[in-house]
């Protein structure tokens, strides 16, 4: 199970801003480690989250920092068995926060933050992932239309949309009905580079997508949970451009609390 996930942010303040990783947090035995990464630097635009100022500091906590427990539903939410369910967890045997995390994404509507893991490879050295399909308010209404018809285990296809002119990298998932495929949205822009790259060096027979859940009455952004199964080339790195590297030193520079 990953540890760790990477925390991603927006420049330009709308929907056509470039996303990058600007953090990472991870868990360890005393809690909570965050540290900015290099994109904290590179991002034009980028500040410091609140009560994290200093961007070459470790910041450890025995508690979920704020930033990111508020990008979780409370327990006492009615609706907090359903949000687990969501996501494919058992609300019996809540998850640790970094897995829930790791599938929620920590969206809200109120900022330019995302979360989500760096992928490693499975028992059987596969890339395995899933996630919440994204762009579904953009689709046609035949899109929703059909997505509710959807079935856990259906197979669905990949298509690399190198005419979309937000996302070079863009990596959209459709039906996979031989007559009139539908576009139902897109992989999660975080995944969209990595994807594309196994797109390419992947026998397709290798690459597959599922339906993972329907969630007929959750809101947009938890409606469709996809699965994805790969190949993991020898030579595939996940997560290892500058941006996602620690500010130098970081590791071993001051212990910083969040005020």
Known sequence: MNQAVYVAWRSGGDSIGNWGPVGKLERIDAGYRFVYTQGARKLEGFQPFQGMENLEAV????????????????????????????????????????????????????????????????????????????????????????????????????????????DRHAVAVRTSEIQGRILLGYVPRYLAYDICKLCVECNPDFIQVTVERVNQNAPLQFRLLCRLRACWPDHFVPCTSELYQPIPEAALCELERPS
Not at 90 to 110: F, H, K, W, Y
Not at 113 to 128: A, K, L
Not at 137 to 166: K, V, Y
């Open 59 to 166: 910041y450890e906590s025995a508690e979920l920092f704020p930033l990111f427990a508020n990008r979780l539903l409370a327990p006492s939410r009615p609706e907090y068995q359903s949000y687990l369910e969501w996501g494919g967890f058992n609300p019996d045997n809540p998850p640790d926060p970094i897995a829930l995390l790791s599938i929620t994404e920590g969206r809200r509507t109120t900022d330019y933050i995302e979360v989500f893991p760096c992928p490693i490879p499975d028992s059987e050295g596969c890339f395995i992932t899933k996630f919440f399909l994204h762009g579904i308010r953009w689709m046609a209404p035949t899109a929703l239309q059909r997505i509710s018809h959807l079935q856990r285990g259906e197979t669905l296809s990949l298509m690399l949309d190198i005419m979309n002119s937000f």
